[in-house]
């Protein structure tokens, strides 16, 4: 062509470009096809597509679709509905077949007539692969970061109530074929606050680990798994009218777990915990309840499978102090020990324990018509056990006195004195504990007042057998009764219940759904792979979760340093009830088209009976695409390899603990396939690493790799490993790193104390066991803590280490630990209170060297409380009304003496105690010097004080309440005469008394023998 023809084709174009459009040709019409997965309903889903034309004109069209599952295609009809929306035409095509995971469809919309012209043959054709929503069909390997947060706060008349759980942390997900798999490994807290009319509840927890699995194969959810881990504080306050009781306790272990696995519902919850119990009442009149204890143990698990409860353990031990203070009485008790146990294993209980022991006192005072008493009451033994649904222990020891206007004792003394065989009223025969209880009420003295109902002086003595069935778990356990009561109201008898015992079992504990549903739900349903914009569907696969989603324009998002085409889209959260709202971009193209690149969602769903709000918001970032690859050859480059460690420096060998190797691994380009480490030199070959969250990994895609190992052998020291890593172009990178592994110390396997009780300064032998893979070099047991010494042990097998070791005056009486030093032939030394009792060393898991250490026990012996010495001395003293004598004693405990009291009998002075106090304080009591052991009392000798040898009696008590007695014979005589006056009472006449008091004593007991007879029988309980 030569240049003027290319100059007049310029201009035809030129002036084709100025001509109006309306006088040009036609635009050819056209069809999109999006699809319209949405229903009438706010949770139906539909198989349909809106077809959208180019203008608002006429058309006719030709529909051809092919619907492939698994290789079959489907038949087909449908039905078209024509609109205008927009200024176009749009046309709704409703087809009758339903939608299924991996179905491909190729839909062709062929138009053939437009506003008259007919002969047309436009097609348009899409075609797309059935998936489930954020899960591509292509194999792939991504790492995402999560974070979501679950809140459920709102108020009531009670007051505040809440549920509050969150989570940071790292996902990872992977297509291998049909099976999809998701982990999802970080932190987080979890909080509940409830509130009633009685109390308020609060649990706060700080989640260590929280991990959740997810399984789906062929697009159908196979397995879920949520685990949680963590510690935190319980605080529960309870109000009952002026009562109100508050428990705060430190967890120190908690555990919730909930899975579901091919439809089977799982849950293990466990929690441990320590803590502080106070309950406290303030009445009227200075009443009032006050109760301090102290929570040591508290433990709680079960495991659920299927509906069916397999294990519960419920377990607690606490001790409280008991101070109740009402109408002018009181009652003091000290709860020693409160303990409970239960343990159920596929429905059978196998462990039962309730425990109770404790000591205190009592009193109180009353008036009536100006006389006054005062009660006074110790309770010198509380002890009830049951253990493996057996009554073992029922012990109750009080003893009382009356004081005032009216004086006396009172005393019950309850325990069970024998077991064996009992018929009951129908002749039965069953096992029961014999527990006899006696009480006494002695009034000795009145001078007034109408106590006790009028009872005069005297003394009532009442005795029981209460044959009870040996089950603590049946009801009406008493089979017979026996009782003899003597005073004025004399009877003895025995009954046989009707209807007793009632047989019955513990009832098992039943399953629970305790933990809920704890996983996040989020929501899921089919979609068209890839997305195209103006799709809309409904993903309606999560129960109580349904979004209606739209797509919107597409855009390139730089992910993993490369650029990913997505498209962005829109849902609503429309269900049954929820509302929110939700956006991000899902990539459209490539081998990942159908993934989620980036998520924001906000949700509120109904929960509870009043409607309440659990709003749930969350935040996804897809952060590494590890396959398929993304990048070519020529652009990769190989791993760098950073510090090799063991994770908090540390690793012990012989088998002593679960070891972490770390490895920093860097790569560009974030394909790295796989790390491993040469450990030969610890014995262990060759491992593999992981980034994934699994075998001991802290976190996913922290570049950190990681492997769990456990070093059986003797090595120590610092040992050579090599670590290669490998990306998946097999670019490869090594390094070698030096690890050091720590020296375990010996461990002590057994200790035997003989005896296991003695006083201080006595000797015991103490045999000790010890194991040391390197061999045992010495074992020492120091008592320098008690001003002892260390005392080396010796051995002939270096195994069994044995000394005599005398035990220190520095030990107080009660438990003692005592410390065991071992120190091994490489010089690793380990001091220990506690040993580890083994039937074998070795472990097919840890190694032949391990020693298992589930049961610890204490390493102590019991130092017996020594009695304070006490030295008295006879003396003599002259009669002297106008002066004050001063009596003394000598008295010295390595604990401490407590008090020393003497009875001074007709030395009494007027009004004065039984008992009085004697002094050492180098003011009271006559006493000279403070401290120095000697005690010192005024004795009251008045003008009527007969002459002659008057004996009394002396007590001393240690700080532990140990108690010495002895006495002395205080002789008083006029001052001018060394015998006695005429007016006492000589050793001949008190001797002479003595006798005759001696002989009517022989004489009774003779009658009594004589008739009580003799004859065959079965004794006073019935039994033979």
């Given at each position: 062509?030569?240049?003027?023809?290319?100059?007049?084709?310029?201009?035809?174009?030129?002036?084709?470009?100025?001509?109006?459009?309306?006088?040009?040709?036609?635009?050819?019409?056209?069809?999109?096809?999006?699809?319209?997965?949405?229903?009438?309903?706010?949770?139906?889903?539909?198989?349909?597509?809106?077809?959208?034309?180019?203008?608002?004109?006429?058309?006719?069209?030709?529909?051809?679709?092919?619907?492939?599952?698994?290789?079959?295609?489907?038949?087909?009809?449908?039905?078209?509905?024509?609109?205008?929306?927009?200024?176009?035409?749009?046309?709704?095509?409703?087809?009758?077949?339903?939608?299924?995971?991996?179905?491909?469809?190729?839909?062709?919309?062929?138009?053939?007539?437009?506003?008259?012209?007919?002969?047309?043959?436009?097609?348009?054709?899409?075609?797309?692969?059935?998936?489930?929503?954020?899960?591509?069909?292509?194999?792939?390997?991504?790492?995402?970061?999560?974070?979501?947060?679950?809140?459920?706060?709102?108020?009531?008349?009670?007051?505040?109530?809440?549920?509050?759980?969150?989570?940071?942390?790292?996902?990872?997900?992977?297509?291998?074929?049909?099976?999809?798999?998701?982990?999802?490994?970080?932190?987080?807290?979890?909080?509940?606050?409830?509130?009633?009319?009685?109390?308020?509840?609060?649990?706060?927890?700080?989640?260590?680990?929280?991990?959740?699995?997810?399984?789906?194969?062929?697009?159908?959810?196979?397995?879920?798994?949520?685990?949680?881990?963590?510690?935190?504080?319980?605080?529960?306050?309870?109000?009952?009218?002026?009562?109100?009781?508050?428990?705060?306790?430190?967890?120190?272990?908690?555990?919730?777990?909930?899975?579901?696995?091919?439809?089977?519902?799982?849950?293990?919850?466990?929690?441990?915990?320590?803590?502080?119990?106070?309950?406290?009442?303030?009445?009227?009149?200075?009443?009032?309840?006050?109760?301090?204890?102290?929570?040591?143990?508290?433990?709680?698990?079960?495991?659920?499978?299927?509906?069916?409860?397999?294990?519960?353990?419920?377990?607690?031990?606490?001790?409280?102090?008991?101070?109740?203070?009402?109408?002018?009485?009181?009652?003091?008790?000290?709860?020693?020990?409160?303990?409970?146990?239960?343990?159920?294993?596929?429905?059978?209980?196998?462990?039962?324990?309730?425990?109770?022991?404790?000591?205190?006192?009592?009193?109180?005072?009353?008036?009536?018509?100006?006389?006054?008493?005062?009660?006074?009451?110790?309770?010198?033994?509380?002890?009830?056990?049951?253990?493996?649904?057996?009554?073992?222990?029922?012990?109750?020891?009080?003893?009382?006195?009356?004081?005032?206007?009216?004086?006396?004792?009172?005393?019950?003394?309850?325990?069970?004195?024998?077991?064996?065989?009992?018929?009951?009223?129908?002749?039965?025969?069953?096992?029961?504990?014999?527990?006899?209880?006696?009480?006494?009420?002695?009034?000795?003295?009145?001078?007034?007042?109408?106590?006790?109902?009028?009872?005069?002086?005297?003394?009532?003595?009442?005795?029981?057998?209460?044959?009870?069935?040996?089950?603590?778990?049946?009801?009406?356990?008493?089979?017979?009764?026996?009782?003899?009561?003597?005073?004025?109201?004399?009877?003895?008898?025995?009954?046989?219940?009707?209807?007793?015992?009632?047989?019955?079992?513990?009832?098992?504990?039943?399953?629970?759904?305790?933990?809920?549903?704890?996983?996040?739900?989020?929501?899921?349903?089919?979609?068209?792979?890839?997305?195209?914009?103006?799709?809309?569907?409904?993903?309606?696969?999560?129960?109580?979760?349904?979004?209606?989603?739209?797509?919107?324009?597409?855009?390139?998002?730089?992910?993993?340093?490369?650029?990913?085409?997505?498209?962005?889209?829109?849902?609503?959260?429309?269900?049954?009830?929820?509302a929110g709202l939700a956006s991000g971009a899902m990539v459209s193209a490539g081998p990942l088209k159908g993934l989620l690149s980036t998520v924001q969602r906000t949700l509120a769903v109904p929960f509870g009976e009043d409607s309440e709000t659990v709003v749930l918001e969350e935040t996804q970032t897809l952060e590494r695409v590890l396959s398929p690859e993304i990048v070519s050859e020529d652009d990769n480059t190989a791993p760098s390899i950073g510090e090799v460690q063991w994770r908090d420096g540390l690793a012990i060998g012989e088998g002593a603990m679960v070891a972490h190797l770390e490895v920093s691994v860097n790569d560009l380009e974030w394909n790295v396939i796989g790390v491993t480490a040469d450990l030969s030199s610890l014995d262990l070959g060759e491992v593999e690493l992981n980034d994934r969250g699994l075998n001991g990994d802290a976190a996913i895609g922290d570049d950190i790799y990681t492997a769990s190992v456990i070093i059986t052998g003797l090595q120590v020291g610092a040992h050579s490993v090599g670590v290669s890593a490998t990306d998946s172009f097999g670019a490869t990178s090594s390094t070698t790193g030096e690890l050091d592994v720590s020296n375990q110390a010996p461990r002590i396997i057994d200790v035997e104390v003989v005896p296991t009780s003695l006083e201080r300064g006595q000797s015991a032998v103490i045999n000790v066991e010890a194991y040391d893979g390197h061999g045992v070099d010495r074992v020492q047991l120091d008592l320098r803590e008690y001003g002892g010494e260390v005392v080396n042990m010796t051995s002939e097998d270096r195994l069994v280490w044995a000394a005599m070791v005398e035990m220190p005056i520095g030990m107080n009486p009660g438990h003692r630990s005592m410390l065991i030093v071992a120190t091994d032939d490489l010089g690793a030394i380990t001091q220990q209170r506690f040993f580890t009792p083994v039937d074998e060393v070795g472990s097919p898991v840890y190694g032949p060297h391990h020693v298992a250490s589930e049961v610890e026990l204490p390493i102590e012996i019991h130092i017996l409380n020594d009695r304070p010495v006490l030295v008295s001395d006879s003396v003599r003293l002259d009669k002297n009304p106008d002066e004050q004598a001063v009596y003394t004693v000598q008295a010295t405990d390595p604990d401490g003496v407590e008090r020393v009291q003497i009875r001074l009998g007709v030395f009494a002075p007027i009004g004065g105690g039984e008992w009085a106090m004697m002094h050492d304080d180098g003011v009271n009591g006559g006493d000279e010097v403070a401290g120095d052991g000697t005690y010192s009392v005024l004795l009251s000798v008045r003008g009527g004080t007969p002459l002659g040898t008057h004996q009394v009696s002396l007590r001393a008590f240690d700080v532990y309440g140990e108690l010495n007695t002895d006495s002395a014979v205080i002789t008083l005589a006029e001052p001018d005469t060394p015998g006695v006056s005429e007016g006492g009472l000589s050793t001949m006449v008190l001797g002479a008394l003595g006798m005759v008091v001696f002989l009517g004593a022989l004489v009774v007991l003779a009658l009594m023998l004589r008739r009580g007879g003799g004859g065959e029988g079965g004794d006073r309980f019935g039994m033979q």
């Open positions: 062509m030569t240049n003027r023809g290319v100059s007049i084709c310029l201009a035809v174009v030129l002036a084709m470009s100025l001509v109006p459009a309306s006088v040009q040709a036609d635009e050819v019409p056209s069809v999109q096809i999006t699809t319209h997965w949405v229903g009438d309903g706010p949770t139906a889903t539909l198989h349909a597509y809106t077809l959208t034309f180019s203008d608002n004109g006429t058309y006719s069209v030709d529909i051809d679709m092919l619907q492939d599952r698994n290789g079959t295609a489907l038949p087909t009809s449908y039905n078209l509905a024509w609109d205008s929306m927009g200024g176009v035409r749009t046309a709704l095509l409703t087809f009758d077949t339903s939608l299924a995971w991996g179905d491909v469809i190729d839909l062709t919309v062929t138009i053939t007539d437009h506003d008259g012209t007919s002969g047309l043959d436009i097609a348009t054709q899409r075609t797309f692969t059935v998936g489930q929503w954020n899960q591509p069909m292509d194999d792939h390997e991504v790492l995402l970061s999560t974070s979501w947060a679950m809140n459920q706060n709102y108020t009531t008349e009670a007051g505040e109530q809440a549920f509050d759980l969150s989570f940071t942390g790292q996902g990872w997900q992977e297509r291998v074929g049909t099976t999809l798999s998701s982990w999802e490994l970080g932190n987080g807290t979890f909080r509940t606050v409830e509130t009633t009319e009685d109390g308020a509840t609060e649990l706060n927890l700080v989640l260590t680990q929280l991990w959740k699995n997810e399984t789906v194969v062929a697009g159908l959810l196979t397995s879920q798994v949520f685990d949680a881990r963590g510690f935190g504080n319980l605080q529960t306050t309870i109000i009952d009218g002026d009562m109100v009781t508050v428990i705060d306790a430190d967890v120190s272990q908690a555990l919730l777990n909930r899975s579901v696995i091919n439809g089977v519902v799982g849950e293990h919850l466990s929690i441990e915990a320590t803590g502080l119990l106070n309950v406290s009442e303030d009445g009227e009149e200075n009443n009032s309840l006050s109760i301090d204890g102290e929570l040591a143990v508290f433990l709680f698990e079960y495991v659920d499978h299927d509906g069916e409860r397999l294990l519960q353990h419920t377990q607690f031990e606490a001790m409280a102090d008991f101070i109740l203070i009402e109408d002018g009485s009181r009652l003091d008790v000290s709860l020693d020990g409160f303990s409970s146990l239960a343990r159920w294993e596929n429905g059978v209980r196998t462990q039962h324990l309730e425990e109770l022991y404790g000591a205190g006192t009592f009193g109180f005072a009353d008036q009536d018509e100006n006389a006054s008493l005062q009660v006074n009451g110790t309770i010198l033994d509380l002890h009830t056990k049951l253990e493996n649904g057996t009554t073992l222990i029922d012990d109750l020891h009080v003893d009382g006195t009356l004081s005032g206007d009216v004086q006396g004792t009172f005393g019950v003394v309850r325990t069970i004195e024998d077991t064996g065989m009992q018929a009951n009223a129908t002749g039965e025969l069953f096992l029961v504990n014999v527990i006899f209880q006696e009480s006494w009420f002695n009034i000795t003295g009145i001078n007034g007042g109408n106590f006790f109902d009028g009872a005069g002086v005297g003394a009532t003595h009442n005795e029981t057998w209460d044959y009870q069935a040996v089950q603590s778990d049946w009801d009406n356990r008493t089979v017979r009764l026996v009782w003899r009561e003597t005073g004025p109201d004399a009877s003895e008898g025995e009954e046989f219940p009707e209807r007793s015992p009632i047989q019955q079992n513990a009832t098992a504990p039943v399953a629970e759904e305790g933990l809920g549903n704890l996983t996040v739900g989020r929501e899921t349903g089919l979609m068209p792979i890839p997305l195209m914009k103006d799709d809309r569907l409904r993903l309606a696969g999560q129960e109580g979760i349904t979004l209606t989603v739209s797509a919107g324009d597409t855009r390139i998002d730089v992910r993993d340093g490369h650029n990913l085409t997505v498209i962005e889209w829109t849902g609503v959260y429309e269900g049954d009830g929820e």
